[in-house]
């Protein structure tokens, strides 16, 4: 019998069954639900921004893994970075030495990052996440630390106390002892700031939940709020970070804000190997890591492997050489200008907002009696069929891939690959235009797909 592994000859053989194995073995409601919507795919493979199946067809991708594929998927740059470190045969993990990837990686990710000294690696945004909270903590002698409403932060449990929505909270408790604050209010923060016991704010310059942006001047004003109070700010950069709004931090757009910590991760991994990282200020670092006693106070069994950190060194090589960050402004100034012409000819399309390309479709109350009775009956049923309702035609007719912006919302999120072009814009638009003249023509297919949501949101009740 032969001892070869076989990779090629194993999917070639069970590929076919994918929906069958992870209906068995994995998440049993993610097949039932891709069925039921038509997303139940086959993609054979992918280059950049696009997805093509055994026919050859290819499909946009405006969703980027959640963010993940930050550079598109395959990029050559890090495809040849990761060849090259496991043809090197590293002494990598030893725990007992220290590697030069994670220093060379830490090095030039803090070059982006002024007013950051230091950088912890682990291996995805939760655990920045939980990184942060930690530090925070420790380095204050506090134990709040107070996040935004509608916040998302991640899935694990210190995450998930920061998390702004309660459907994924439900059920996990009990959980650490965080308050949420409304994003922009800055009364409900002093008033929470003055009972003493508040380690932190953490925030997401821009929500990924419905694609909301911090007000204008807030970070700035909270910053010194929480300073006033020895407090931290931490700004959650997993989804918005390495690019995504048109500069290299979300943050960044709002002059004089200096966090004190800073997650990153989903991007900087190139699509290929889990990374995420936290960045913080020197005294932050020193006083988490005061002695030789503490060395492992705070690590990750597999943080700082050769392979991410080789990734994420190629990423941030393609960002400077290719000038990503300034693509991603005309791009994604294009792409909202042209949507945003758009809410002025549909009555179902309340507003286009968002930064560079993190971009949020809203749908809306319509005005005409005919599709305002058909809104309420989506309504009824189930808040946010009618964005599933666009999403489902531009994928199945369009060949679009685009997703929901959270449960119960009435908006698609944007948030494709970096290296989107102007015809993927073009053909982005076109579908769209294409989509919301068939949901204003007060019939056809969308409404009749309409009525199998609304059947699926009552069985589900």
Not at 105 to 118: I, K, M, Q, V, W
Not at 286 to 305: P, Q
Not at 378 to 385: F, N, P, S, V, Y
Request: proline fraction near 4%.
């Amino acid at each position: 019998m032969s001892t070869e592994f076989d990779l090629g000859a194993l999917l070639a053989e069970r590929g076919a069954e994918r929906y069958e194995l992870h209906t068995r073995y994995l998440n049993p409601q993610l097949p039932r639900m891709l069925h039921t919507i038509g997303f139940d795919k086959v993609y054979e493979r992918a280059e950049g921004a696009h997805f093509y199946d055994a026919d050859g067809n290819d499909y946009l991708d405006m969703l980027a893994g959640f963010g993940v594929m930050g550079l598109g998927r395959h990029h050559p740059v890090v495809r040849k970075a990761l060849h090259d470190v496991l043809d090197l045969d590293l002494a990598d993990l030893t725990r007992f030495d220290c590697q030069p990837l994670p220093g060379l990686l830490a090095e030039r990710l803090l070059t982006h990052s002024p007013h950051l000294d230091r950088v912890f690696f682990g291996n995805s945004g939760t655990e920045a996440v939980e990184t942060a909270l930690k530090f925070a903590r420790y380095a204050t002698g506090k134990p709040r630390v107070l996040y935004c409403e509608h916040a998302f932060h991640g899935l694990t449990t210190g995450s998930l106390s920061v998390n702004g929505e309660s459907g994924f909270r439900d059920g996990f408790a009990p959980l650490l002892p965080d308050t949420a604050v409304p994003l922009g209010d800055l009364d409900a923060l002093a008033r929470e700031l003055l009972k003493g016991d508040v380690a932190a704010l953490i925030v997401e310059p821009i929500q990924g939940k419905g694609v909301h942006e911090a007000p204008p001047g807030y970070l700035r004003a909270a910053q010194e709020l929480l300073r006033k109070h020895r407090a931290l700010l931490i700004a959650d950069e997993v989804q918005t970070g390495l690019g995504r709004t048109g500069d290299f931090y979300a943050y960044q757009h709002e002059d004089g804000v200096e966090p004190d910590l800073v997650c990153v991760a989903k991007a900087l991994s190139g699509g290929y190997v889990p990374v995420g990282a936290t960045l913080g200020k020197d005294w932050i670092f020193k006083k988490v890591y005061s002695s030789m006693d503490r060395v492992l106070v705070h690590s990750a069994s597999f943080g700082s492997n050769a392979q991410a950190m080789a990734c994420g060194l190629a990423v941030l090589s393609v960002m400077e050489n290719e000038q990503i960050v300034a693509g991603v402004r005309r791009t994604g100034e294009l792409l909202k200008s042209r949507l945003a012409a758009l809410t002025g000819k549909y009555e179902l399309l309340a507003d286009v907002r968002g930064r560079g390309l993190m971009i949020g479709i809203e749908f809306g109350r319509p005005s005409s009696l005919k599709l305002r009775s058909r809104w309420a009956m989506l309504q009824a049923a189930r808040k946010g069929l009618f964005a599933q309702m666009v999403v489902v035609p531009l994928l199945q007719r369009h060949r679009i891939l685009t997703q929901v912006s959270g449960d119960h919302l009435e908006v698609i999120k944007l948030i494709p690959p970096l290296v989107l072009d102007e015809a993927d814009v073009e053909r982005f638009v076109d579908a769209f235009t294409a989509v919301m003249d068939d949901a204003h023509s007060g019939g056809g297919l969308m409404w009749d797909f309409g009525k199998t949501l609304i059947k699926q949101a009552v069985a589900n009740r």
